[in-house]
């Protein structure tokens, strides 16, 4: 599985980077950077929490 964000609706709210701070990083204006797009069997969880949590939908799973 994968991992996509897209920057242009990023609202920097941070709930991403709180949830799985290993695949998800913030540049100085808060704004959504991905630390790692591929995301590991054992770190699924912590990934789709991310992506179901984020407030302005800006995260997506993309199938391989």
């Not at 609706?9 to 950077?33: E, H, K, L």
Request: charged content about 25%.
């Amino acid at each position: 599985m994968k991992v996509s964000a897209d920057r242009e609706i990023c609202m920097a709210s941070g709930v991403c980077v709180m949830t799985a701070d290993a695949f998800f990083d913030q540049d100085a204006d808060g704004v959504v950077r991905l630390a790692s797009d591929d995301v590991p069997a054992d770190e699924e969880h912590s990934v789709r929490n991310a992506v179901r949590l984020c407030p302005s939908g800006a995260l997506q799973l993309v199938s391989d």
